[in-house]
């Protein structure tokens, strides 16, 4: 026990001086560089100095050593970094010539003011900055001087946004800003006419009608559209600017070459047909022969005159689409009164030498032809709107086909020979044909008559509806002319298979046999379902053509009572909703 305790004290004592020795080496060694930072700083190398006073600091931390710091630094321009070791120094020793000396230098630090280096674009801009208790305005690419602290700092300039940033600024710091202000946006609105033109805004296909904020600037603004001119126009907007551009284009009108061959094609197969039928026995010909020949016919005409109108003068390289159908009207119209009325003039010759011959027809409806392109190139600057120039034909067409039908719904069609028994002698099949080929005969010049009667009555009401003063400055289109007479076509065929669906038969309806016959009662359901089915189309597409126009910016009055819900105070002063009639008006 005596042998440990004797062993421990005497190494105590021979650590004591090993830890003194060492504490004055690291001693030495940090007044080595606070002495050698002294050297340097009176030499005038600062940056070294401050490097061996750090050092002797980093050893043995020592006011001096903080106070040095803070020398060079002042001395180097960090200001900053000064000012903080300086009141380090007043923290630890706040009395002496050493402290008057830090005090003396933070409240100069204090006083050198930081710098604000503003550049823009666009130049000659507005600053204002707001801090500090006071306020700086002038105009930048510029530099400002301002003391320490938080600065807030507002560019402007006309027709630019705002732009306003928060910064915070040291004593002695130069601080970079740079703002870059966008233009105000202009706005922009583009409608065209006709409204669905395709628009394209500097190059780009758009929205139309266009409706944007953009840039300022230049614009190039194209619109096209078919039956249209195209049209293109730069305009320059300002910023903030609202230009609203209405951008009509010219009206070329469509051309109406594509009917004017469509329609020389059909009469040329028309006219192929016809020209077949001319030939041979009228009173005896074979169906399947008559059948390909008149289709071979139709075939020769319809592609020769469609080929000869396209590559001639017939028709014209460009002409106006209602010209074009005005003249179609005056063609189609001109043949069916020659052909009608030539075969109403050919009337048999005699009882017992009934013709039946398609010639009068043919040639008939040859003149027509001619008589009504004449009047048609004739009376080219008569021709009415497109929507008119249907309505006369479909005026025209409705007519002939109700003077068709009266001849059978009034009764006016010869009477068919009865048809002689399968035991009766030659004699009788012989007087048979020879009355039905007069039957035949009889029943095309009434038929003719009643055509050409209603084809003009047709024409004469169209004009009138055309040419005579109207309420519309257009007239209706003749879209809504296809619709009304489609209308009329549907009440024909529905009346038509009421009545046949009517007739009874000892067993079943007469409509579910195999052989359906139509009579004079027929006709009359047709004429009397045509007509309400015409009515009715007019009544429903009224509004049709008003479709595209503006309505009003006001609803009209209504003064009907509607029923509703009416609120009124009950007996405990609370309300309520109770059923009753209301209407409605301005006052």
């Excluded at 120094?89 to 204090?110: C, K, S, T």
């Excluded at 035949?440 to 005579?468: D, F, I, P």
């Excluded at 195999?514 to 379902?529: E, K, S």
Aim: proline share 7%; with cysteine; charged share 15%.
């Amino acid at each position: 026990m005596r042998v440990l305790f004797g062993s421990l004290v005497l190494s105590l004592f021979l650590q004591a001086p090993a830890s003194h020795a060492q504490a004055l080496d690291t001693l030495e060694r940090a007044h080595q560089h606070y002495q050698s930072g002294v050297s340097l700083f009176e030499s005038g190398n600062k940056e070294q100095a401050l490097v061996e006073f750090e050092l002797a600091d980093e050893i043995v931390p020592k006011p001096e050593n903080v106070f040095m710091i803070a020398q060079c630094e002042y001395h180097l321009g960090r200001l900053v970094e000064a000012r903080t070791h300086y009141r380090a120094y007043l923290a630890a020793h706040a009395q002496g010539e050493l402290a008057d000396l830090a005090r003396l230098r933070v409240e100069a630090i204090n006083r050198r003011p930081g710098v604000f280096v503003i550049n823009t674009v666009p130049d000659d801009v507005d600053v204002r900055i707001e801090g500090a208790g006071q306020i700086i305005t002038s105009q930048a690419p510029n530099e400002f001087p301002v003391p320490h602290g938080r600065y807030r700092v507002t560019v402007s300039k006309p027709n630019f946004a705002i732009e306003t940033r928060e910064v915070s600024i040291e004593v002695a710091e130069t601080k970079p800003l740079f703002f870059k202000l966008e233009p105000i946006p202009a706005h922009l609105i583009i409608r065209t006419n006709p409204p669905g033109a395709a628009l394209f805004v500097r190059g780009n296909r758009t929205r139309n009608p266009y409706v944007q904020d953009v840039p300022p600037g230049v614009y190039e603004i194209y619109a096209e559209a078919s039956y249209y001119q195209p049209k293109r126009e730069t305009i320059t907007l300002g910023p903030g600017e609202t230009r609203e551009v209405d951008f009509p284009l010219t009206y070329i009108q469509r051309s109406g070459r594509p009917e004017l061959i469509g329609f020389w094609s059909g009469i040329g197969a028309v006219g192929g047909g016809l020209a077949v039928l001319t030939q041979g026995n009228p009173t005896n010909q074979s169906l399947p022969l008559v059948s390909t020949m008149f289709g071979a016919g139709m075939l020769a005409g319809g592609l020769g005159l469609g080929v000869l109108s396209s590559t001639t003068p017939l028709v014209p390289t460009y002409i106006r689409d209602n010209l074009a159908l005005f003249r179609i009207g005056a063609m189609w119209v001109g043949d069916l009164e020659g052909a009608t009325l030539a075969m109403a003039l050919a009337a048999p010759q005699s009882p017992d030498n009934p013709s039946q011959s398609w010639t009068p027809t043919f040639l008939g409806g040859l003149g027509g032809l001619a008589a009504g392109a004449v009047a048609g190139w004739w009376l080219d600057d008569k021709a009415p709107n497109y929507g008119r120039v249907a309505m006369i034909q479909s005026a025209a067409l409705l007519g002939t086909a109700v003077g068709a039908l009266a001849i059978s719904a009034f009764r006016w069609s010869p009477t068919e020979p009865t048809s002689p028994s399968l035991t009766a002698d030659e004699a009788t099949k012989a007087k048979y044909r020879t009355d039905q080929n007069q039957y035949r005969s009889h029943l095309k010049e009434r038929l003719a008559w009643g055509m050409l009667a209603g084809l003009n009555t047709g024409l004469v009401a169209g004009l009138s509806l055309a040419y005579l003063p109207d309420q519309r400055s257009y007239g209706p289109t003749w879209q809504r002319v296809v619709m009304v007479d489609l209308a009329g076509l549907a009440g024909a065929l529905l009346a038509s298979a009421v009545e046949a669906c009517s007739r009874r038969t000892e067993v079943k309806s007469y409509c579910a046999n195999d052989n359906v016959q139509l009579n004079d009662r027929t006709a009359r359901f047709a004429l009397i379902g045509a007509g309400l089915g015409l009515f009715t189309g007019w009544l429903l597409t009224t509004n049709y053509d008003e479709a595209g126009e503006s309505r009003p910016t006001r609803p009209a009055l209504s003064l009907l009572p509607m029923p509703g819900a009416l609120p009124i105070q009950s007996r405990t002063g609370s309300a309520e909703l109770v059923p009753g009639l209301m209407s409605q008006g301005r006052f």
